[in-house]
């Protein structure tokens, strides 16, 4: 694929019901939209980031929904899922749990047919947000689970399907002059085994301390890395159960993995950044990519991790992208 000459797509921006396109473009000096994977440790949302030059214009609302589209075959939505929530699962199907969910944030759901009546037994929902919640869910079963494109995705990692049920995209990328790309060299071993028998790290969970105003840390295992909870606790009561929730979700993900008898995979991986064409506006997380004439090493096939647009007023849109296998 040999990208010559900027590729110049137009874009639309509606916040809830409001087109704010027109303004948005006036004053714009760049946005960039990533579309981030959901499979690791510490799942990030997708993001959306538009800089502006205006001292008057009016943002939108915080928490409002945002719909950005590039035509002509790109769109995406943007959900705001902040709010954390306590509640206890009991004795309810990945399927059901996952639906319930989707539909509180108003998406439809997309559910891998062999997940879909899985029982995970009891949950705690504690001081968590929705996607925290079901992206501790998806780790148990070696699974994705993010909000995307109207609907709310839980499928096995590989499945080459998006949230509609089509095969996703697959391209060919071959690199030009403004092409820049790195590849390490270097593989990273891993196997369910491996991961049950080392060790997990620090849990860090803060929480305040109502006798002397102060925040303070409660913490699970050792060694690293070390992850925190991302917010504060009122009480260490409420510290001490996040910590339980932590402990029987790390003993469900090892039961799961002892019962799965998977051959040691070895991980790659490889950035690519070049202008945009309308192919490469097509490709998401999961997505298939061979990469030729970069190097007798990288060039092979991948699977997408995650990617990122970046539209600049006069200087067309560029596409950068996290590729692992």
Request: no cysteine; net charge positive.
């Given at each position: 694929m040999n990208n010559v000459n900027p590729y110049l797509p137009t874009f639309s921006l509606i916040a809830e019901d409001?087109?704010?396109?027109?303004?948005v473009a006036k004053y714009l000096t760049d946005l960039t939209f990533i579309d981030y994977g959901a499979t690791g440790e510490d799942p990030q949302s997708d993001k959306l980031t538009i800089n502006l030059v205006s001292p008057t214009m009016m943002?939108?609302?915080?928490?409002?929904?945002?719909?950005?589209?590039?035509?002509?075959?790109?769109?995406?939505?943007?959900?705001n899922m902040p709010s954390q929530k306590t509640r206890s699962w009991d004795n309810i199907s990945v399927g059901e749990i996952v639906r319930t969910i989707a539909a509180e944030n108003g998406l439809l759901s997309s559910i891998s047919p062999e997940l879909n009546n899985q029982m995970p037994g009891h949950l705690d929902q504690f001081y968590e947000n929705d996607a925290e919640f079901l992206a501790k869910l998806a780790r148990q079963y070696d699974a994705i689970s993010k909000a995307t494109g109207g609907y709310w995705v839980f499928m096995v990692q590989g499945s080459g399907k998006s949230a509609s049920g089509k095969d996703l995209p697959a391209v060919t990328i071959t690199p030009d002059g403004k092409t820049s790309w790195q590849f390490p060299h270097r593989s990273k071993a891993r196997?369910?085994?491996?991961?049950?028998?080392?060790?997990?790290?620090?849990?860090?969970?803060?929480?305040?301390?109502?006798?002397?105003?102060?925040?303070?840390?409660?913490?699970y295992g050792s060694g690293d890395p070390t992850t925190t909870s991302g917010r504060t606790l009122p009480?260490?009561?409420?510290?001490?159960?996040?910590?339980?929730?932590?402990?029987?979700?790390?003993?469900?993900?090892?039961?799961?993995?002892?019962?799965?008898k998977t051959k040691p995979e070895h991980l790659m991986f490889m950035s690519i950044a070049q202008p945009a064409t309308p192919e490469l506006l097509a490709l998401m997380p999961e997505s298939s990519v061979t990469t030729e004439g970069f190097d007798p090493q990288a060039d092979r096939s991948w699977i997408v991790d995650n990617i990122a647009?970046?539209?600049?007023?006069?200087?067309?849109?560029?596409?950068?992208?996290?590729?692992?296998r």
């Open positions: 409001k087109n704010i396109t027109h303004e943002l939108p609302a915080k928490g409002a929904k945002l719909k950005l589209a590039v035509p002509s075959s790109n769109a995406i939505h943007t959900h196997s369910p085994s491996a991961a049950v028998a080392g060790n997990k790290g620090t849990y860090v969970v803060l929480y305040n301390d109502a006798e002397t105003n102060e925040t303070k840390e409660l913490k009480n260490l009561a409420a510290a001490e159960q996040l910590i339980r929730s932590h402990q029987q979700t790390e003993a469900r993900i090892t039961a799961n993995a002892r019962q799965t647009f970046s539209l600049s007023p006069g200087k067309g849109m560029s596409v950068s992208m996290e590729l692992k």
